[in-house]
């Protein structure tokens, strides 16, 4: 079963990553109920690694979401954001864990930079009454 977890988990967290994105960009929310089955694969993927590997995984993501919350009361993340990445974080190692935020870091700076340079093309015309 060990096995199984950990082959299954990455394709199944992917597959709710991608659902999560396609809600972000759709609709602006991330739905809980994607949080909380990316939450319970992690648990069970670091579950199956051990319990010190949960123990770790668990105080980590609970350490990035208490690092975010207050990113979120100045306005600077949604609490999308911030519960997505704790539920991701369960199912991380430390090591990957570091690996993550450095890749959202740059991704998160990749797409401001593209929105500070569309804020720069002119406002598209509205269209005509009627």
């Given at each position: 079963?060990?096995?199984?977890?950990?082959?299954?988990?990455?394709?199944?967290?992917?597959?709710?990553?991608?659902?999560?994105?396609?809600n972000d960009l759709?609709?602006?929310?991330?739905?809980?109920?994607?949080?909380?089955?990316?939450?319970?694969?992690?648990?069970?993927?670091?579950?199956?690694?051990?319990?010190?590997?949960?123990?770790?995984?668990?105080?980590?993501?609970?350490?990035?979401?208490?690092?975010?919350?207050?990113?979120?009361?100045?306005?600077?993340?949604?609490?999308?954001?911030?519960?997505?990445?704790?539920?991701?974080?369960?199912?991380?190692?430390?090591?990957?864990?570091?690996?993550?935020?450095?890749?959202t870091a740059l991704?998160?700076?990749?797409?401001?930079?593209?929105?500070?340079?569309?804020?720069?093309?002119?406002r598209p015309a509205?269209?005509?009454?009627?």
């Open positions: 079963m060990n096995d199984a977890v950990r082959l299954a988990a990455p394709a199944a967290q992917a597959a709710l990553l991608s659902l999560a994105a396609w759709l609709a602006r929310r991330i739905p809980d109920r994607l949080c909380i089955a990316l939450a319970a694969i992690g648990v069970a993927a670091r579950g199956a690694a051990g319990i010190e590997a949960l123990a770790w995984s668990a105080a980590l993501a609970a350490l990035i979401f208490a690092a975010m919350v207050p990113a979120h009361a100045l306005g600077a993340l949604g609490g999308g954001d911030i519960k997505l990445s704790a539920a991701l974080a369960l199912g991380l190692a430390p090591a990957a864990l570091g690996e993550f935020l450095t890749a991704a998160g700076g990749v797409l401001a930079a593209l929105h500070l340079a569309l804020r720069r093309l002119p509205p269209c005509p009454a009627g």
